[in-house]
């Protein structure tokens, strides 16, 4: 309101110092027709002539204005001379005319320059003409209730603006440049205009000593880490070793991240229950999985090393995985030994775990087809890749 009052009082003032200047040039003009009458004229056709002159002329003048004033009020301006009685200049004085809430956005380009406390004033006085605070009624389906306007969160930094929930703007940006110079003149910001042709309070956080510090992407990836490391034997072999840390839910978390029951068919399912048994046959069948696990000293030390990944490492000794079958087919035992070992050594592993055997078996592989009996081979001469597959054969007992 304070504002409205002002602007009134600059134009009764500017319609009082047209009204004097266009009554000076009137007398102005009137001194200039009588002289140019009379220069042309005889004194007895002065007067006439020069009354009709006049009245024909001002009537013109008058057309002119009125369509000059309907031209700037098309485009929402208001003319007010070169210079008003206070002193200020038509570039301060070219406003809009849309119930002084926008501006036009016909003011000159100029430098940019932030002043904190002018906005925070004239966010104030925007905030009592929308009617901050102020209920008004809602229609809704069953009827209607007062309401309030919800406010428009500003955050000003030191380097930028946060409106709504972001994203951050550096005063930088000419988009901002504009928004703050349209709060600063005193008009609300013209990108709003089109979503609050009313108005809207804003709901300021003055955090002008601090910073925004823009993170990068990176900065918050949701995946989870991953650690490299080079690992190198006695031959100078190097391994890559991959590490990725794995978090397995529980059957009860993931059911909990499903609906109770869905609908299908005009049928209620309760999906929750249908998942529990098919995941329970499911951790049965795997339990009894007929991979086994053999306990070696190469075992021992990877499970120890893993556990001390912290403390100072050395070296690890080259190893090797192979998938042992069963005679029967029916077990795969799962026997980790180093490459220095020998086929003695695969036996006595597998002695150990399954038992003493009397018949004997003899260790063969497929591709290619070989059949190892030297227990003193050692394993990084048979040929071995990571993950070789062996077979295991009954010995064929030869008569005396």
Request: proline content about 4%.
């Amino acid at each position: 309101m304070t504002a409205m009052m002002q602007r009134i009082t600059l134009l009764e003032k500017t319609v009082k110092s047209q009204t004097e200047e266009i009554r000076n040039k009137e007398k102005l003009i009137s001194a200039l027709e009588k002289k140019r009458l009379r220069t042309q004229t005889g004194p007895e056709h002065t007067h006439s002539n020069s009354g009709a002159y006049l009245e024909r002329r001002c009537q013109e003048l008058q057309t002119q204005v009125q369509q000059m004033e309907e031209f700037l009020s098309d485009y929402g301006l208001v003319w007010v001379g070169d210079e008003t009685i206070d002193g200020s200049t038509e570039s301060d004085q070219t406003h809009s005319s849309d119930q002084s809430l926008w501006d036009g956005g016909t003011s000159p380009a100029r430098s940019f320059s932030m002043n904190f406390d002018l906005v925070l004033q004239r966010i104030q006085d925007l905030n009592i003409l929308t009617g901050e605070g102020q209920c008004f009624i809602q229609t809704t389906a069953s009827g209607a209730k007062l309401a309030k306007k919800d406010p428009v969160p500003l955050k000003l930094y030191g380097n930028g603006i946060m409106m709504f929930d972001g994203p951050f703007r550096s005063f930088q940006e000419q988009s901002t440049q504009r928004c703050m110079q349209d709060l600063m003149d005193g008009y609300f910001p013209s990108e709003l205009q089109q979503r609050f042709p009313d108005g809207v309070p804003f709901e300021v956080q003055d955090r002008r000593h601090e910073t925004f510090l823009v993170r990068l992407p990176w900065d918050t990836f949701p995946g989870e880490g991953r650690a490299v490391y080079e690992e190198k034997d006695e031959e100078s072999t190097k391994v890559v070793s991959l590490q990725s840390p794995e978090k397995k839910l529980t059957t009860d978390q993931f059911l909990r991240k499903l609906p109770k029951m869905v609908v299908k068919a005009g049928r209620v399912i309760n999906i929750r229950n249908s998942l529990r048994e098919t995941l329970q046959v499911s951790s049965d069948s795997q339990s009894s999985s007929s991979e086994i696990l053999v306990d070696t000293p190469a075992l021992q030390t990877a499970t120890s090393r893993e556990q001390k990944l912290n403390c100072k490492r050395t070296p690890p000794k080259p190893v090797i995985t192979l998938k042992v079958k069963s005679e029967d087919g029916d077990q795969t035992y799962m026997v980790k030994m180093w490459l220095s070992e020998t086929v003695g050594h695969l036996r006595s592993y597998l002695d150990q775990h399954r038992g003493s055997n009397e018949s004997g078996y003899d260790i063969i592989s497929t591709h290619p087809r070989s059949i190892y009996s030297d227990d003193d081979m050692m394993i990084q001469s048979c040929g071995f890749s990571a993950n070789s597959t062996v077979l295991l054969q009954k010995r064929k007992l030869t008569s005396q």
